[in-house]
């Protein structure tokens, strides 16, 4: 018997995802997927060399299976829904737990495999985005089962979002507005993009972040143009700078992303207008999101209000969800049939460049089939801060 049910991922619309596609087993390595999946939150999957792995059935009676480093065995069995947790010998070849460890990760996969007398099945893997060793030896081993690509249907899955998910979100997002008002009250002539930096992610720590998971700090000329600059420079806030961060705290794996831009003091009424314009349009734009809308359609009147301002509007796209990935299903751009599916964790955003600077706005935005909750409407938008 299981041990709990899964909390975050969506098991019954998987299955019914699976049924439609035919897939009778997923094979699932990649680190969002994974941890998606598993519910278990690593921090070594990021290496090429060390796979944690899904085997997931459409079945219900066949029991999934979860293969991880040696390393990481007892944490996994400890966090993961999944009962059967095998492991490989990885960076230590006994632990405090009394089993027998594969000699590497093919060997535990074809046990699995074996046990499961797997043959003849539809089996979803994350096609060419694995890494390439990886897909050939796993290839291998599948010989006698039809391979397809099921990177679609778990972007399909993830973007609908379960209420564990929704209340991470939320609470990622909440820290992450906090920190921006510290940040927003450490601009000061004189001050450092270093000051603006240890004000927001102390903010995030105390405000019970588990993870700062990114900031970029536009500050001066040097910076101001930049769209994701990764560290603070040294700069010095002088009057009439321009000052902008992107950045997102983490809540259990859940990640947080927000967008403001200041000038320091006083700006210019072009740069006052372009901004006004942004930000009308973000708003509108995040308030009529509806579930049933591609991210086609959402770009396109997304491009068509903005167009009406401001000439030669710059953007490939105007939004995408967010959840264990930063940019998750539907992205917002010309190209995207995806259905936007209730509830989703939607961020809208606007850039626009002028006079050396870059302007962008971030908002997130709850879709319900009840409506749109926008959790980041109380954040103040005024462009100019006191010098």
């Known amino acids: 018997m299981r041990k709990r049910q899964p909390a975050i991922f969506n098991e019954a619309r998987m299955r019914k995802l ?9 094979i699932l390595r990649g680190n969002e997927n994974s941890k998606y999946v598993s519910e278990f939150f690593n921090n070594g999957g990021q290496l090429a060399y060390r796979p944690f792995t899904v085997f997931y059935f459409r079945d219900p009676a066949i029991e999934s299976a979860f293969v991880v480093p040696a390393v990481d065995l007892h944490l ?24 027998t460890f594969y000699p590497d990760f093919f060997e535990a996969a ?6 499961r007398k797997v043959k003849g099945l539809v089996i979803g893997t994350e096609g060419e985005s694995l890494p ?29 979002k379960t209420p564990e998910e929704i209340r991470r979100l939320r609470r990622a997002t909440e820290i992450t507005v906090k920190a921006h008002a510290s940040f927003r009250d450490a601009i000061k002539v004189g001050g450092t993009d270093y000051d603006l930096f240890k004000a927001a992610t102390g903010r995030m720590i105390s405000e ?24 603070p420079l040294g700069a010095v806030i002088q009057r009439g700078d321009f000052v902008k961060v992107d950045m997102g705290a983490s809540c ?5 992303d927000f967008v403001r831009s200041y000038f320091v003091g006083e700006t210019s009424d072009r740069h006052q ?53 930063s940019h998750e299903q539907p992205r917002m751009n010309q190209v995207n049939r995806t259905v936007l599916e209730a509830p989703a964790v939607i961020c809208i955003e606007y850039s626009y460049y002028h006079d050396g600077c870059r302007h962008h706005t971030e908002d997130t935005f709850l879709v319900t089939e009840a409506g749109v909750e926008n959790w980041t409407a109380n954040c103040p938008r005024e462009l100019v801060v006191k010098a």
């Not at 996994?76 to 089993?99: G, H, K, L, N, Q």
């Not at 019970?208 to 600059?229: L, M, Q, V, W, Y």
Request: proline letters at 5%; glycine letters at 12%; one cysteine or more.
């Open 208 to 231: 019970g972040a588990d993870e700062i998971r990114f900031i970029n700090i536009g500050c001066g000329p040097k910076t101001s143009f930049a769209a994701h600059s990764p560290f």
């Open 132 to 160: 390439a060793g990886y897909k050939t030896k796993l290839d291998q081993l599948l010989d006698g089962n039809r391979i397809v690509d099921a990177s679609p249907i778990l972007d399909l899955c993830r973007m609908v």
């Open 76 to 99: 996994a069995m400890d966090s993961t829904w999944i009962p059967d947790v095998r492991a490989y010998a990885m960076a230590e070849f006994f632990t405090d737990v009394d089993t």
């Open 18 to 26: 699976m049924d439609k596609e035919g897939i009778d087993l997923l």
């Open 273 to 325: 207008e372009i901004w006004k314009h942004l930000n009308d349009v973000q708003l509108e734009l995040g308030m009529g999101l509806r579930p049933g809308m591609t991210g086609g359609e959402v770009f396109e009147r997304g491009y068509s209000l903005i167009s009406k301002h401001l000439p030669k509007f710059p953007r490939e796209f105007v939004g995408h969800g967010t959840g264990i990935g």
């Open 252 to 256: 259990l794996g859940y990640n947080a």
């Open 110 to 115: 074809k046990a699995v495999l074996a046990d």
